[in-house]
């Protein structure tokens, strides 16, 4: 399987994904690809439709170090059932290369999800990991960084918006550096 990254304005990134309904041996199988693809190009947070598959279905590793897979997780059909707090903070995305947007979110989320077994879970997750799953789950909700970023900031980046709108521009997978914020 060769998962390729999607990147800004491709349209399955606008599409509101469908939920995960069989945990079959396609989806066993796609996770692994799913994390590959992830370490690959640097990221901590993939959601499916970044690689072109309009599914209900994230994965993370918030240290983004594929040594330590204890922090690897999947969150099948994950929805926010719970918020508060907000804080501003920096995202980048690996479907919007070179682009970092300051980003309000929610300080604080609580998450029901399917795992891997078809368990519900519940988890309230804080800070970093918090804006993983509202970074994410906007993915699989067709919402990009760049509905969320102000004026000012489109405008700074104007220049690289337009050259992924370009059609004979497309951009390869390009690593966000890692001074930079890490890529979700
Ligand atoms: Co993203």
């Given at each position: ?77 994950p929805r926010i059932v719970d918020q508060e707090g907000a ?75 337009e050259e992924l709108e370009d059609p004979d521009a497309a ?14």
């Amino acid at each position: 399987m060769t998962l390729d990254l999607r990147y800004y304005p491709d349209e399955v990134l606008r599409a509101v994904a469908e939920p995960v309904t069989a945990i079959d041996d396609d989806l066993r199988a796609l996770v692994p690809e799913l994390f590959a693809k992830m370490y690959a190009t640097r990221g901590v947070g993939l959601a499916a439709p970044q690689v072109g598959i309009s599914r209900r279905i994230i994965v993370s590793n918030q240290t983004g170090d594929p040594e330590q897979k204890q922090f690897e997780e999947v969150y099948l059909n994950p929805r926010i059932v719970d918020q508060e707090g907000a804080v501003r903070g920096e995202e980048g995305c690996l479907s919007l290369p070179g682009i970092v947007g300051r980003i309000l979110r929610s300080q604080k989320v609580t998450v029901t999800y399917l795992d891997l077994e078809g368990n519900e879970q519940t988890v309230t997750a804080e800070e970093w990991k918090a804006r993983i799953f509202q970074h994410e789950i906007d993915h699989i909700d067709g919402i990009l960084i760049l509905d969320k970023m102000s004026p000012a900031e489109l405008a700074f980046y104007k220049k690289e918006i337009e050259e992924l709108e370009d059609p004979d521009a497309a951009p390869e997978d390009r690593p966000v550096s890692e001074h930079s914020s890490a890529a979700l």
